[in-house]
């Protein structure tokens, strides 16, 4: 459970054991890849690239410059999960969110694990991200957080750790699925013969799971609207994508409007009423007369109606909570307190520079730890120290000391790795992983698979595509590949 | 549908189409010019009457001080500030199309990305008098494309319906102003009206709107202003005369309204537009003046977007 830093000979390579065989499971893949031609590799990977510019995936890097839509690298060797290990990261990621959604329930009504004293109470109400205007509000069905994106890594065969929760607009899942896509129409010889799990279901499961949360004011067939801030966000691909596939309209803040309590769109018909808004705008700008009075990406009144039950938000205002890099400390405790259960995912061990024996211990260990900004994300404004240089280390000190509530610090861990194609054959890179977990009102969808990042350079430990990293399908491998004629999972 | 999307849609059918026109249009202003000093001697500029008719010429003298082909091709072709010029043409259809990506087909947004990217990596950098005619033959081009991307791959629903109406709204407003150029432009002292340089400035016209040879196949007669007229104001089967334009501007928002189950004021302002250019012949429009005509015309047309715009919730 304890894990030494990032030294070669203890890292895990999730397809090739240290005697060089394949682990189970993988032998077919394994095979394919010594025997696919390089050449045809480097062609299918241009094509993919080809793909992926021509169906428009790109995404955008802010204040770099360059190519302003840009393509995330590709990478054409499968990352593999078995059927078993899926499963128990089913269960957990189910645990996981239940109890957060639980979590942002009480603490937004009765504060109980406050009071029992299991999360320090500032923590939570004076965090920026605690949203009073929340507080006694009932949400359709108490979710909070419908899209949950939970970020994994692992370091052994058994051992998953949860590095993050995303609860408030987590992205790219259109990655995942386009993918598999792109897999499928470059290597269809591949997909013969193996069992692996479908993913394509994940648009339905999101609309079924958005449905599901109407509002109490909906009477009849909820309409459903994808919100986004408009097509210079960079994940703008992404919100068009998941209109699409789910067949409803995407809609920018200036086509919805408030009246009598509910929410409409403009349309060439004339108001028609929206009950479920799966928002990709952050709730910082959701609501001019509410939050940021600036926001033009917003909707005047719209959190009012929210309040009221007029209309559910996804995921709901004040989610953010539930992210904090801080909060994530107590989510085993959340799982203690609100289900009763142990955790089945682990945390990786946190330390907070608020607290001071942790700061003693942060600031003596700056070149063992990774350490992050408690609101940061995406990779930015993080240290990472054994790969820091004496001065960038003593900088980051001077900013820790400066506000230490604002850093957390994590030992670095060994990520697993996988074979990845690079410009000489294939070479071992360290990966994570997103599994995405929607919540309905009446039930919890899970697609078995999730979106693979990798981090191209040789030993990086960065995979955010802002930071030059790719991605890789992901496939989980039906029972019946690994064990004939055992029980076939339905997650 | 969400009228954004709906605005979205019509105005890059009207941008695409008023790129095209204005090609057309430096054209007809280019060739005329070429001629002007042929018969007087002199150098004769018309790039001032060519901007009056194109309603530009107070931006253009206000930046550039005097209309001449340089300050034209400046303004007109590649200035960005200017709303209308062939570069914020085409950058605002990619723009309206990229925000309706999904209500597109592959083909049409390929058209449109394109398009832009070799205008702004080619051309942009490249346009000068001695290959402005290369460039209006390209905007030509890409227009054409883009129109036939549109009819041979997209679904006869709303959408297609939209950018047609804005099109069309575009293209009556368009042939209008071509056919007052001539109005504006004066002939050379010397020169009579049906002399040579007269008649050369009509089928400047009609080649500008690529019919000179359906004119020849209409009317099997010699160039005659009234006869141009009739062609580019009352001909249904001209398709880029006020008629045919208001025919398909009346047709596709009928279209709409059917699908809606609702009509909509508009279709009434486009029906009377329309009816009043089945019923009227070329003398009375010659009788009251044909630049007082057009004049009319251009409002009603302008008022007719607006009150598109309006019941739709643009």
Redo the contacts between chains.
């Keep these: 459970m304890e894990d030494s830093g990032g030294r070669p000979g203890s890292v895990f390579d999730e397809m090739v054991m240290p005697d060089g065989k394949p682990r189970p499971g993988m032998e077919s893949l394994a095979e394919w890849m010594v025997t696919v031609p390089r050449n045809l590799l480097k062609a299918r990977q241009s094509e993919a690239e080809a793909l992926f510019r021509?169906i428009?995936i790109t995404f955008a890097v802010y204040g770099e410059g360059g190519d302003p839509e840009r393509l995330i690298p590709f990478d054409v060797i499968p990352r593999i999960l078995l059927a078993e290990e899926w499963d128990v990261l089913a269960r957990g990621l189910e645990q996981r969110v239940r109890a957060l959604n639980m979590f942002l329930h009480d603490v937004y009504h009765d504060r109980e694990i406050l009071a029992a004293g299991r999360v320090p109470e500032r923590l939570v109400l004076l965090n920026r991200a605690y949203t009073p205007e929340m507080h006694g509000v009932d949400v359709a069905g108490g979710i909070y957080t419908h899209i949950a994106g939970i970020d994994l890594v692992r370091t052994g065969p058994e051992d998953f750790y949860v590095l993050e929760d995303n609860t408030r607009t987590p992205s790219g899942v259109s990655y995942m699925l386009q993918n598999r896509e792109v897999m499928m129409r470059l290597f269809p010889e591949l997909f013969n013969g193996q069992s692996i799990a479908p993913v394509e279901r994940y648009t339905d499961d999101l609309h079924e799971t958005l449905r599901s949360v109407a509002p109490p004011a909906c009477d009849g067939e909820p309409t459903v609207v994808v919100l986004t801030p408009?097509?210079y966000n960079s994940a703008y691909y992404e919100h068009?994508f998941l209109?699409?596939k789910m067949g409803v309209?995407?809609?920018?803040g200036?086509?919805l409007f408030v009246r009598d309590n509910r929410v409409y769109?403009?349309?060439?018909?004339?108001p028609q009423r929206v009950d479920v808004i799966y928002r990709r705008v952050d709730d910082a700008f959701l609501d001019p007369l509410a939050f940021r009075p600036d926001s033009a990406l917003g909707v005047p009144g719209l959190l009012n109606v929210h309040r009221g039950g007029g209309v559910t938000i996804a995921n709901a205002v004040g989610g953010g909570i539930a992210d904090d890099k801080a909060i994530y400390m107590y989510v085993p405790e959340m799982i203690g307190f609100y289900l009763g259960e142990t955790p089945i995912l682990k945390n990786v061990e946190t330390f907070w520079c608020a607290r001071d024996d942790d700061r003693a211990y942060v600031l003596d260990h700056l070149d063992d730890l990774v350490v992050k900004e408690v609101a940061g994300s995406g990779g930015y404004g993080m240290l990472v120290g054994p790969k820091a240089t004496p001065e960038e280390r003593t900088a980051y000190a001077e900013r820790i000391k400066a506000d230490p509530g604002e850093f957390i610090a994590q030992p670095t861990l060994a990520l697993s790795t996988c074979p990845t194609f690079v410009a000489d054959g294939y070479a071992p890179r360290h990966v994570d992983f997103r599994p995405y977990v929607l919540v309905g009102a009446d039930k919890v969808r899970l697609v078995p698979g999730g979106l693979t990042r990798v981090a191209l350079k040789a030993g990086s430990l960065v995979v955010n595509s802002s930071q030059g990293g790719g991605t890789k399908d992901t496939w989980v491998l039906s029972r019946d590949t690994v064990a004939p004629g055992g029980e076939t999972s339905d997650a | 549908?969400?009228?954004?999307?709906?605005a979205s849609l019509y105005w890059m059918g009207r941008y695409m189409e008023r790129a095209e026109n204005l090609a057309r249009y430096l054209e007809a202003g280019y060739r005329i010019g070429q001629m002007a000093d042929w018969a007087g001697g002199g150098t004769r500029n018309e790039w001032s009457s060519f901007a009056l008719a194109a309603a530009c010429e107070e931006g253009l003298l206000t930046k550039h001080g005097e209309a001449t082909l340089d300050s034209v091709i400046a303004y007109v072709g590649l200035d960005e500030d200017n709303p209308s010029s062939i570069h914020a043409c085409l950058k605002a259809a990619r723009t309206n199309g990229?925000?309706v990506?999904?209500a597109l087909t592959?083909e049409m947004?390929?058209s449109l990305n394109d398009t832009w990217l070799e205008f702004d990596r080619h051309w942009h950098p490249s346009l000068r008098q001695d290959n402005l005619l290369n460039f209006l033959d390209w905007v030509r081009t890409r227009s054409t494309l883009f129109r036939g991307a549109m009819r041979g791959t997209m679904l006869r629903d709303?959408a297609f319906f939209f950018v047609n109406v804005g099109s069309f709204i575009e293209r009556a407003d368009s042939t209008a102003r071509i056919l007052d150029v001539k109005y504006h432009i004066l002939l050379p002292p010397g020169e009579s009206l049906g002399g040579s340089m007269d008649y050369y400035q009509w089928s400047t016209v009609l080649r500008t709107v690529s019919a000179l040879g359906s004119y020849h196949w209409v009317y099997r007669e010699s160039i005659k202003p009234w006869l141009v007229a009739e062609l580019l104001i009352l001909r249904e089967e001209m398709p880029r005369s006020l008629r045919h334009a208001m025919s398909q501007v009346k047709r596709y928002l009928d279209a709409?309204a059917e699908g809606?189950g609702?009509r909509h004021p508009c279709q009434r302002r486009a029906g009377q537009l329309y009816a009043q250019l089945c019923y009227d012949q070329i003398e009375d429009v010659f009788q009251n003046g044909l630049h007082e005509y057009l004049g009319n015309f251009i409002a009603r047309n302008n008022a007719l977007g607006q009150e598109i715009a309006r019941d739709?919730?643009f």
């Design positions: 021509r428009g408009g097509l068009s209109a699409d309209e995407l809609v920018e200036q086509d769109m403009r349309t060439t018909h004339g | 549908m969400l009228s954004r999307t709906a990229r925000a990506r999904t592959g947004w390929e709303d709409i809606h609702q739709f919730h």
